[in-house]
């Protein structure tokens, strides 16, 4: 099922890391020979079945996969069009997809004999993702974060520290995840040799988009079979939200060569698209080269990097990875915006519809769900990726709401 | 010959190493900028590195960085930078001027459009911390073309089988990072020194200047025992902040001191 044909979309990137012209490898030279030797391990851990059947075992017992594909009828009806389909991530362990790859990279720096462990985080998802993996492998771990998004998300600040992280602040720059990422990338190049960096989403330099994305496969993967067996066939859309795109880069590389597949990426659109406030790189952005990686960026006239916004801190993020800037540019994904509002309307919809909380992130996806499934056949399959559940939204949606807690 | 390698043929000959300050252009604006590299072309300094300030400089340290912010808040920008040299470059012949920054601002003016200007402007060198040599075709056709220097960065984690690799098309000098981290950190002792720079200079003829974590007259001279040069920067930096323009000739002063006489003591 898994085979790959000589012109497939899915044999990117190339050696030198790019897809089509954008990913690569900007980064210092001091940093350069650890890209390096982390490539040489990734392939051979990728070949190594001792190593998938390793990463098997964590990822069924601990984090509980295969992930439910649930029908969710009554939102199908209310919206009164296509079936919905929603590829449950938010039942993982830790509450988001973004274990999957956290287990995958833990297990490789293991093999690979790192003996500490930093990550950036926006919301602290991915925070909290990894601070999980190294309570579990008993490695120390630091992660960065901005002072801003300390102050914002403090469950998540203390739920790191309780699996035993040391939490960070960065308070230079804007003091958001574009900072985080830069002192974490900065902390790796001051300790290059013991330390690994476990990237939370399919961006950075070569080999990590790529590295990522495979270990999010298993999103895509599963899906496609479950959806096989619920109705003999392949969906008509498959979407997710994207910020870096880790998820929905897992949920659509194992449909990129299946031509009646529709792809669609769902950026931030924040306050609006003719707005300024907004985290929309491929709507709004130009190729540029930020993290190690060339992708599409939000950046000013002079190249200086603008700040994001959106009110999903998991999307709050100026670039994207280059395998989606590359998916935009040769239209294989759509990539559509959806507003705060209009996120915060489906983070209601599927609540009451559902009875499941969605993240900020994955209501961005649905919101756009909700624009399109009416004008869908009844008989048309739109597959969801549930990235991430919404418990640790609920402070500001309120707020948004107007409800005090 | 260019005015970088002219610069180290001439202190060969007077057998002492170049002593390379930095300014970070507009911080904290255009006119002490223009003040630091007129007056530390007088005080002492063979070559300036000028930063060119961006958002995200992921190898610096705090202090580069704060001082890239002051730059972008009092209006810096690319053609600003390159206007600043050009201003100095009228009434300097013989100081090298080598541009520091990353990749990011350079792409978004365009890297034909912006080495032909940087030559114009009277820049010799060009350090690009996020352009590794796997991704140096980007730049080194244009660069070659009008003339300027690609100035490679080495780091004590190049291992020899690496280092002609990273050598390939880079001219002018070579910097060599001395410490694993960031800038304006730690510092390079004697001994490190000695174990690592030979092992470079057995993969190259360019010469060798050393920075990150070098704040000192002393340290100047320790690096100036063994190296072709030495790259002060956050310790200038810092001076400026805390004092002023003229503390900053000061210090480039008692630093030149230190690596003229380092090889003479």
Request: proline share 5%; hydrophobic share 45%; net charge negative.
């Amino acid at each position: 099922m898994d085979s790959v044909l000589p012109n497939s979309l899915r044999n990117a990137p190339d050696a030198r890391g790019r897809f089509g012209e954008f990913g690569g490898r900007y980064v210092a030279e001091t940093l350069m020979p650890l890209i390096l030797e982390l490539e040489a391990a990734y392939e051979a851990a990728k070949a190594d079945p001792a190593f998938q059947t390793e990463l098997e075992y964590y990822l069924k017992h601990y984090v509980g996969r295969p992930s439910p594909l649930w029908r969710a009828e009554r939102l199908s009806k209310e919206l009164g069009g296509a079936k919905i389909y929603f590829k449950r991530e938010e039942l993982n362990h830790t509450g988001a997809h973004k274990i999957n790859n956290c287990l995958g990279q833990i297990l490789l720096a293991k093999r690979m004999g790192k003996t500490r462990i930093i990550a950036e985080t926006g919301a602290g998802q991915h925070g909290v993702a990894t601070a999980t993996v190294c309570a579990l492998f008993g490695l120390p771990c630091t992660i960065y974060m901005g002072a801003v998004d300390v102050e914002r998300q403090k469950p998540n600040v203390f739920r790191m520290k309780l699996l035993g992280a040391e939490v960070v602040p960065v308070s230079s720059g804007s003091a958001t995840l574009k900072d985080a990422m830069n002192d974490a990338l900065r902390d790796w190049v001051a300790n290059v040799r013991d330390t690994f960096y476990i990237i939370g989403t399919s961006a950075g330099p070569h080999p990590y988009p790529a590295m990522v994305r495979d270990f999010q496969c298993v999103i895509g993967n599963e899906a496609r079979e479950q959806l096989m067996e619920a109705e003999g066939r392949l969906p008509d859309i498959a979407i997710a939200c994207v910020g870096g795109g880790s998820n929905a880069i897992g949920l659509f590389h194992p449909f990129l060569d299946e031509e009646t597949v529709k792809l669609i990426g769902v950026e931030a659109a924040g306050k609006g698209l003719e707005t300024h406030e907004h985290a929309a790189s491929l709507n709004k952005g130009r190729p540029g080269v930020l993290h190690g990686n060339r992708t599409y960026l939000l950046q000013d006239e002079d190249g200086q990097i603008i700040e994001a916004h959106s009110i999903s801190a998991g999307l709050d993020y100026p670039g994207i990875g280059p395998e989606h800037s590359w998916l935009h540019d040769i239209k294989r994904v759509e990539y559509v915006g959806v507003t705060d509002a209009e996120a915060l309307a489906a983070f209601r919809l599927c609540t009451r519809t559902e009875g499941i909380i969605p993240a900020l992130e994955s209501s961005h996806a649905i919101a756009h769900v909700a624009k399109i499934a009416g004008h869908m056949d009844k008989d048309q399959i739109i597959l969801l990726n549930l990235s991430g559940r919404g418990d640790k939204d609920i402070f500001a949606v309120a707020q948004h709401l107007g409800v005090e807690l | 010959m260019s005015r970088i390698a002219g610069v180290f043929a001439g202190l060969k000959a007077e057998g002492r190493a170049a002593l390379i300050p930095f300014v970070e252009a507009f911080d904290p604006d255009r006119a002490t900028s223009l003040t630091l590299l007129k007056g530390m072309a007088e005080n002492g300094a063979d070559i300036i590195e000028v930063g060119m300030p961006f958002t995200d400089p992921m190898a610096d340290g705090p202090t580069i960085q704060a001082a890239g912010r002051r730059g972008l808040l009092a209006g810096a920008t690319l053609k600003g930078t390159l206007a600043l040299v050009a201003e100095f470059r009228a009434d300097n012949a013989h100081t090298p001027i080598v541009l520091m920054g990353y990749l990011n601002p350079i792409c978004s003016y365009g890297v034909a459009a912006f080495c032909q200007d940087a030559a114009k402007a009277g820049v010799d060198g060009l350090i690009i911390v996020d352009l590794p040599t796997e991704e140096a075709d980007l730049v080194l056709p244009d660069a070659g073309k009008n003339g300027l220097d690609v100035i490679r960065l080495i780091a004590p984690t190049t291992t020899d089988e690496r280092l002609p690799k990273v050598l390939e098309g880079s001219s002018g000098f070579v910097y060599y990072v001395s410490i694993t981290g960031i800038t304006g950190t730690r510092t390079a002792s004697a001994e490190d020194l000695a174990r690592d720079i030979p092992r470079i200079r057995a993969a190259t003829t360019l010469p060798i200047a050393v920075g990150f974590g070098v704040r000192t007259p002393e340290q100047a001279a320790t690096v100036a025992k063994f190296a072709d040069g030495a790259i002060v920067a956050s310790a200038l930096i810092e001076t400026l902040r805390r004092e002023n323009a003229e503390a900053v000739l000061r210090d480039v002063k008692a630093l030149s001191a230190g690596v003229k006489g380092a090889r003479a003591a």
